[in-house]
T-cell receptor, first 116, second 115 residues
Framework: AQTVTQSQPEMSVQEAETVTLSCTYD???????LFWYKQPPSRQMILVIR??????QNATENRFSVNFQKAAKSFSLKISDSQLGDTAMYFC?????????????FGGGTRLMVKP | KAGVTQTPRYLIKTRGQQVTLSCSPI?????VSWYQQTPGQGLQFLFE???????NKGNFPGRFSGRQFSNSRSEMNVSTLELGDSALYLC??????????????FGPGTRLTVL
């Protein structure tokens, strides 16, 4: 079974600064997908970024980028130029690619507070 | 395109009752998954439906069941409710172009409170 660990329960950052959220995972699979989702106070889960394990290039989406270290089984999220609207719970998630459907395994989450 | 919709948004039930939650996926999406979110257990996978068939199931008791209709809409049912079933139930849909690896898009959730 896969496990996903987010070691930082809470973090805070000043507006306009950069913050990095950590995620590690444990799997024996070679091919898989990794995701970061954001859940603001509204509770709507929003996709932030997705990474395919077979791609060496780190995914980026505007101010969001990841540092994917496959050998270390690490998948951190960097948020640049933090904005007040980035305040949310952030969840790291893992999905196998064994042709058995789509099932996400989530980490425990990191609560990020962006301060003005 | 409209997002994933879930109804009702809030629900209050008493122990022993049963409840049915509904999820309408994004138009064209064929896979629907359900997750339970609680403060203690976090986000846990319940089950996934594709082409009206359950494709995956998480580690939940048989009181939790679901189904998918021909238009991809899905319902989940919880029978004999327990206090511990109080949670946010999230539905997610995906295109299901491949057999796995599809990005899931989430609905706003149904907040279930069991008294």
């Amino acid at each position: 079974a896969q496990t996903v660990t987010q070691s930082q329960p809470e973090m805070s950052v000043q507006e306009a600064e950069t913050v990095t959220l950590s995620c590690t995972y444990d799997t024996s699979e070679n091919n898989y997908y990794l995701f970061w989702y954001k859940q603001p106070p509204s509770r709507q889960m929003i996709l932030v970024i997705r990474q395919e394990a077979y791609k060496q290039q780190n995914a980026t989406e505007n101010r969001f980028s990841v540092n994917f270290q496959k050998a270390a089984k690490s998948f951190s999220l960097k948020i640049s130029d933090s904005q007040l609207g980035d305040t949310a719970m952030y969840f790291c998630a893992f999905m196998k690619t064994d042709n058995a459907g789509n099932m996400l395994t989530f980490g425990g989450g990191t609560r990020l507070m962006v301060k003005p | 395109k409209a997002g994933v919709t879930q109804t009702p948004r809030y629900l209050i039930k008493t122990r022993g009752q049963q409840v049915t939650l509904s999820c309408s996926p994004i138009s064209g999406h064929r896979s629907v998954s359900w997750y339970q979110q609680t403060p203690g257990q976090g986000l846990q996978f319940l089950f996934e439906y594709f082409s009206e068939t359950q494709r995956n199931k998480g580690n939940f008791p048989g009181r939790f069941s679901g189904r998918q209709f021909s238009n991809s809409r899905s319902e989940m049912n919880v029978s004999t409710l327990e206090l511990g079933d109080s949670a946010l139930y999230l539905c997610a849909s995906s295109l299901a172009v491949g057999l796995s690896g599809d990005t899931q898009y989430f609905g706003p959730g149904t907040r279930l409170t069991v008294l």
